[in-house]
């Protein structure tokens, strides 16, 4: 059992934090000052400011540099600050994420005897969005969160993740190959049935991030394996071999009872690890503060 929150040590916790984006101009201050009902008069101004600058990024095919990951980054950037999923911005880049699923360099294309004993060939796996041909690797592969995906074949992986997650927040869940992917993950049983042994729990975690928004009817299956993920948080709030801020990212979003559990396992640790400054980091890094905020503010409620 982790130890039990101090809700006056999360009360100091949130104060520092609401103190560290008081005046950051960006999409963490903005998201922030909203999630502590401490909005500027100014931040919807400069939300649009912020929308218009990621909208520069896009390319003509509603990419970001030509890259998967960036532009679901983006995508998700332009729905945090309030556009709609009909918003051009989000049509345009959700649109290129879309485009690349089951493309060539996706995970599990090809099939070998000893990957289809695993159901890890083409024959189980469908609606993988790819990343790009695979004479160019893309690990190690940074996530938003801080995790990195050092293998390539989990990067992979975790990039088709990542998309999944943000195609579904768009509004995409109706389309049969999504739903493809879905099932895909679900059906997966090395990346659940172990820990930390086939695969990185860094991509488990990605993987539940982008389930928790799968339509209703998967819910139960998605709640189970929320459930089994929380079973492996350690006694001082994280989870052995996994970056913290990725982990709690993901479970902010899972089924309520799990999500709040875990957030009161993690806020006596995530209340040690802030510095004076209200970061979380020492490079002060902005998502890995705000992901801490959401997981402070589920342990208080």
């Known amino acids: 059992m982790a130890a039990t929150p101090d809700s006056q040590a999360i009360r100091r ?60 980054w983006v995508a998700w950037e332009l729905l945090d600050l309030g556009c709609s999923v009909d918003h051009a ?44 041909a695979r004479d160019i690797a893309i690990a190690p592969l940074a996530v938003p969160s801080g995790a990195v995906m050092e293998a390539e074949e989990e990067a992979r992986l975790a990039a088709s993740c990542l998309a999944l997650r943000v195609v579904l927040r768009a509004g995409e869940d109706r389309r049969a190959v999504v739903r493809q992917h879905v099932e895909t993950l679900l059906q997966l049983p090395e990346l659940w049935n172990t820990w930390n042994e086939s695969w990185s729990s860094d991509l488990v975690f990605l993987a539940l991030g982008a389930l928790v928004l799968a339509p209703i009817e998967y819910r139960p299956r998605v709640e189970d394996y929320a459930t089994h993920v929380l079973k492996q948080q350690d006694r001082d709030g ?40 209200g970061a979380f980091s020492k490079d002060n890094d902005e998502e890995q503060a705000l992901i801490a905020l959401r997981i402070l503010q589920l342990a208080a409620s």
């Open 89 to 132: 911005a989000v049509v345009r880049t959700v649109g290129y994420v879309l485009a690349a699923q089951d493309g060539p360099g996706h995970f599990g294309e090809g099939c070998s005897r000893e990957r289809h004993g695993r159901r890890l060939c083409h024959h189980f796996l469908r609606g993988l969005f790819s990343p790009g």
């Open 238 to 277: 994280g989870w052995q071999g996994s970056h913290l801020f990725n982990a709690l990212d993901a479970l902010w979003s899972a089924p309520p009872a799990v999500a709040r559990t875990a957030a009161q396992q993690a806020a006596p640790l995530l209340c040690r690890l802030q510095q004076e400054s």
């Open 13 to 72: 916790a949130l104060d520092r934090a609401a103190w560290f984006f008081r005046d950051r101009e960006s999409r963490g201050g903005v998201l922030a000052r909203r999630l502590l009902g401490q909005m500027r008069p100014d931040d919807r101004t400069l939300a649009e400011h912020l929308v218009r600058a990621l909208r520069r990024k896009t390319r003509m095919d509603g990419s970001v540099e030509g890259s998967l990951v960036r532009t679901a």
